[in-house]
Each structure stands twice: as structure tokens, then as C-alpha cells.
């Protein structure tokens, strides 16, 4: 029994815990969060309809092959796999499309392999960074935002890199 | 969006005649809007789980006892802001339901954060250095849970969907530290800058 396995079922008990201990209507306060997990899914759904088939049609005339060969001799020296190298065009843009992209490497190579552990890394620990600079400076109207886009993009670049490292270092 | 959406579609059509694999790409275009329902259907037990458990979280006052610890040590990021003011109190809020996995509870937070802090600061149409210290804590991601992630993982048959923990903590915890590094650098970079240009005029 590892650390992993603990983790879920322990936090779970915890939280429960708590909203005992708190007198919350822990099945009903559950059942109105769940409800607004399906109104997420069914957001997200047509964003994803949109990317699965454009990334489908682009994969099948492989163009996503010749992408992970043009970027090879740049992620040769990271040991980043070129395979998932989409990955990296498309997580700053676009939250749906970087899930149709995680989910089509996942189901190519297998979620155990090398190349499926650091693509599940990197979807893990990264951010839709031009999304979320757009959404909060916008919400705000901040026009300027002057040094901000750079310390978003160098948090990306580190998540790629050390995404390989770690997962080479752990496994 | 929307620029990126004809680019991949027409570079998709020409790479297909080229390659001589236009019955694939034709079939592709037929057969994945089917395969993103299913993904979608696939996905949401977990989503919808994982809503259920952190509202409670969240109703039980849970998410604002950890933003009352972790707040002192988050006060020591952002400089010249009240310490237990509107703005502080929203920022921790945010960060905290990122930390959980709380997406939908946090990017209100987060606006209402900007706004406090664009009032406090008195800050016009430029970003301030603490708007832009909070902005790019939540594009660097830090996620004690990466439900999505681990349905996937399980949905394609590993052997350990959540394995890979470790991993995604140690990756976000350098990405974050990486992006306040060079955030605090520029920020001093541009106070110079702007000292500078004080002197002259």
C-alpha cells in the first residue's frame, strides 16, 4: 500500500469529517456540487467536440507526427519526448484542446509509459496561462500588463522541462 | 481561437493530400466528434464526484480555515497591500480553492481579487506588481488533485492512475517558484527603470 493509494480515500473520509463535525448536510451540499459538475461537463462539451475533431483530422494527415519531428532536435535536449510535444503548443492556449491532446497520447502510447507519465505530468501541473492572463486582467480592464506574460511563460517552460526530469528521476 | 481553428483544419487538408491519407482524415472528421462525447461522458462521474466532495469543503468553512493558515505565509508575497484587508482576504481564498481543485469557485474569487486590488492600489489601466504576482500564481497551477487527469489515466486501463502524484507536486512547485523568481526580478528591474527616468526628466 502506497502513499498514492492513501491519499484519495483519506482525503475524501476528511472532508466528510468535517462537514460532520460542522453540521453541513454533508449528501445534500454533495448532490448540489455534483450538479454543478455535470453543468461543467456539459460546458466544456462543445469546445471539445470542436478540438477532438480538428486534432483528429490534423493527427490522421500527420501533421502531428511531422510537428513532434520539427520540435525533435529542440526536446532531444531536455529528454523531452517529441511524442508530446503538441502538448506544448496547445496547454497555454486552449484548457479543451489540451485535453483532446492529452487524452489521444494517453491512448497511443499507454498511460504507463514514458511518454504517457510526462504528458500526465504536464496536463497535471500547468494552466491555460494566456486563458487565465486574459480572463483576470480583463475582468478589470487592465490594458497594460507589462511584465506579466513573461514569469507565466517561464513557469510553462519550467513545467515542460521538469516534467521529463521528474518523471525520469521517479520511475 | 478561431484563427486556430481554420489554420489546423486547412493544414490538416493539405497535409493529407500531400501524405495521400485523405480517407483517414475524412474518417477522422466523421468519427471524433463522436469520440469527444464520449470522452466527455466518461469524465464526468469524476468531475461531478469531486464537485460534490469539495462543496462540501467549501460549505463547511473547511477552505476558509486552511486560506486563515496559509495566509500569513502568502502576506509575505505581496508588498504594501493590507494584510487583513478585502484584497488579501480574496487572494487567499483563490489560492486555496486552485490548491483543491475548486475551478469553478475560484476564478470569481479571483476577479473579485483583481478588483480589490485594483481599488486598494488606485491602479488605472496598468497591472500593478501584486495584480501581476497573483495573476501568474494561478497560471503556474498548483493542484493537490488532478482528478481529470487521473480519470484519464484510469480510463485507459493504468495500472496506477495516481502514481504520477509525486511528480505533478514536485513539476508545480518549480513552476510556481520559477515564475515569482523572475516575476520579483522584473518587478525590481522596472522600479529601477522607472527611478531612472525620474532623475532625467
Known sequence: MSFT????????????????LTKTDIFEVFVEGAAQGLKTTADILPALICLMTCIGMFKAAGGIDLLGSLVKPVTDIFGFPSEAASLIFIRPLSGSGALAFYE?????????????????????????TFYTLAVYFGAVRIKNTRYALLPALSADLTCWIAAAAAVRLMF | MKVFFFIIVLFSVILGTANGSMDKVSQAALTECTAAVTLAVSLCGTICFWS????????????AKLSALVSP????????????????????????????????????????????????????????DNM?????????SLQLFPATVAAIRAN??????????????????????????????????????????GVRT
Open chain 2, 132 to 140: 501581476i504576482i497573483f495573476t501568474v500564481m494561478n497560471t503556474a
Open chain 2, 156 to 197: 485507459n486501463g493504468s495500472g496506477a492512475p495516481l502514481e504520477i502524484l509525486p511528480c505533478v507536486w514536485i513539476v508545480s512547485v518549480a513552476a510556481l517558484a520559477t515564475a515569482l523568481i523572475v516575476a520579483k526580478l522584473l518587478a525590481a528591474l522596472y522600479r529601477r527603470k522607472r527611478m531612472r527616468k
Open chain 1, 5 to 20: 493509494d492513501m491519499f484519495v480515500p483519506c482525503v475524501i473520509l476528511l472532508i466528510l469529517f468535517y462537514g460532520i
Open chain 1, 104 to 128: 489521444d497520447i494517453i491512448a497511443q502510447y499507454g498511460p504507463d509509459s514514458f511518454i504517457g507519465r510526462v504528458a500526465s505530468t504536464m496536463m497535471g501541473s500547468s494552466e491555460t
Open chain 2, 73 to 128: 505565509l502568502l502576506g509575505k508575497l505581496f508588498s504594501g497591500i493590507d494584510r487583513s484587508g478585502r484584497a488579501m482576504n480574496y487572494i487567499v481564498l483563490n489560492l486555496v480553492s486552485n490548491l483543491l481543485g475548486l475551478a469553478n469557485a475560484a476564478t470569481p474569487l479571483g476577479i473579485k481579487a483583481m478588483e480589490e486590488l485594483k481599488a486598494e492600489e488606485n491602479a488605472e489601466e496598468s497591472a500593478t
Open chain 2, 52 to 63: 460534490g466532495i469539495m462543496n462540501i469543503a467549501e460549505r463547511s468553512g473547511l477552505t
